[in-house]
Each structure stands twice: as structure tokens, then as C-alpha cells.
């Protein structure tokens, strides 16, 4: 008798290991996992200005891609967010308050910021 409920615990884990592992297997590599950014303006802070967003691809809550060509990828399981030209987006920068569109004491960009 204590070999069979020894056997039959060692088999309900193994079971449930199995299962833990396609379970995380599916959700990591799961397209919903990936959120594609496209249209908009593109301001990385390396330049000047901002340019035309052509796609910033998001997987696993980090940017893994900008500028991305994304008429070549397959959008229907991704979430998508479609931004409109008055929207600028900032790759990797969190800022809580700034003004990008106005010219302060007419000089240029760098001198405005305090």
C-alpha cells in the first residue's frame, strides 16, 4: 500500500511539474506578450528633433526594437496602439512634466531646460 501512494504522489507531481512548464512555455512566448507602438512622432534624445515613428516593438514590458519595420510583421495577436500625428512618443524616458512644444526665450532646446 505505501509503495502505490508513494507512486501515485511521485506521478500527480511529476504531472503537475509538467503542466507548470508547457503552462509558461505558452504565456512567454505568446504574441499578446508584444505591444507595437506605430505611428506618431519618435524623440530618442540622441538628435535634435523628432522624427517619423515607423514602430517601436515592446516584448516582456522592454523595448526590444525601434524604428522597426512593421508592415512586414503579422500584427493580429499583438497589441497594437496606433498613435496620432499630434502624439510623441519617448522611447525608455519617463518625464512627469515638460513643455516640447514651446519655444520659452526663443533660443533653442538645450538652453530652455533647466
Not at 506521478?11 to 503537475?16: Q, S, V
Not at 515592446?58 to 499630434?86: F, H, P, Y
Request: net charge negative.
Amino acid at each position: 500500500m505505501n509503495l502505490s501512494i508513494s507512486r501515485l504522489c511521485k506521478t500527480a507531481a511529476l504531472i503537475l511539474l509538467l503542466v507548470s512548464f508547457t503552462t509558461y512555455a505558452q504565456w512567454s512566448d505568446s504574441p499578446s506578450d508584444e505591444i507595437m507602438i506605430r505611428g506618431g512622432w519618435l524623440f530618442d534624445g540622441i538628435s535634435n528633433t523628432r522624427r517619423q515613428n515607423t514602430g517601436i516593438v515592446i516584448r516582456g514590458g522592454k523595448i526590444v526594437e525601434v524604428d522597426a519595420d512593421l508592415q512586414e510583421k503579422d500584427l493580429t495577436a499583438t497589441n497594437v496602439v496606433d498613435l496620432t500625428d499630434s502624439e510623441t512618443v519617448l522611447p525608455g524616458m519617463i518625464d512627469l512634466h515638460a513643455h516640447y512644444n514651446f519655444d520659452l526665450v526663443d533660443v533653442g532646446r538645450v538652453e530652455e531646460v533647466v
